[in-house]
């Protein structure tokens, strides 16, 4: 018969490697398309905007914005905000200074590496965001609260994300925040990035943790 508790755990190992590696690419993506210098995301945008207004640094006012992610989202889902994505965001931080550290030495010296660099960052982030997706480990705030969204009106998960980043370039655009092309551009490319990749990493998943099942002689 199938030992279920180790296929459990099995699950388990992968669901927090899924959930390493996705966050620690997401950020690597994340850290490209900040050094591209092109656009910053709608939420970036946002987080840069409340640090003009409140006079704080851009961490400072990230924080600030995940708990109001965390409130909003909590609101849409009928349910107390979650804690635990703000250990994600902390985790994904760590990843994203890591990110700034390995494309240290890119030189980006003209509009045309600019946007390719630009280019380059999306798919990864996409990728990214799709693997830690997969783990159904907690979420960051801003991707609990663009599920809360999906969920709450029965959207699909491209759509729920372009929503949520049109939401934020909205917001950003009242605060001041640096809105500039590449901000629409991820607005349109990164929910269709993503739902095609989390299709085909959620598969992958299965395929990974449903293999090789241990079986035990009782």
């Known amino acids: 018969m199938i030992n279920k508790f180790n296929f459990k755990k099995k699950e388990n190992i992968f669901r927090v490697l899924f959930y390493v590696v996705g966050l620690c690419i997401m950020g690597l993506g994340i850290a490209l398309n900040a050094i591209s210098n092109f656009g910053a995301g709608p939420w970036d945008a946002v987080n840069i905007g409340v640090s003009y207004h409140l006079n704080l640094s851009v961490g400072t006012c990230m924080n600030i914005v995940a708990v109001l992610n965390l409130i909003i989202g909590g609101i849409l889902n009928k349910e107390f905000p979650k804690i635990t ?8 931080g760590v990843f994203v200074d ?15 590496m600019e946007f390719i660099l630009f280019l380059i960052s999306l798919p990864i982030i996409s990728l990214g965001i799709s693997i830690y997706l997969v ?11 663009m599920l809360a969204i999906k969920s709450k009106f029965k959207l699909s998960l491209m759509t729920g994300k372009i929503v949520s980043e049109t939401s934020g370039l909205i917001i950003a655009l009242l605060l001041g925040g640096p809105v500039g092309v590449g901000s629409i551009i991820i607005i349109f490319t990164i929910g269709p990035m993503m739902q095609f990749l989390f299709t085909y990493t959620k598969k992958y998943f299965n395929k990974l943790s449903k293999s090789n099942v241990i079986f035990a002689n009782n």
């Not at 994505?85 to 994904?92: F, N, Q, R």
């Open 135 to 145: 783990s159904e480990l907690p979420n960051t705030p801003l991707d609990y609260f």
């Open 85 to 92: 994505p703000l250990i994600t965001s902390l985790v994904l």
């Open 98 to 112: 890591l990110g700034f550290v390995v494309f240290n030495g890119i030189n980006v010296s003209t509009s045309s």
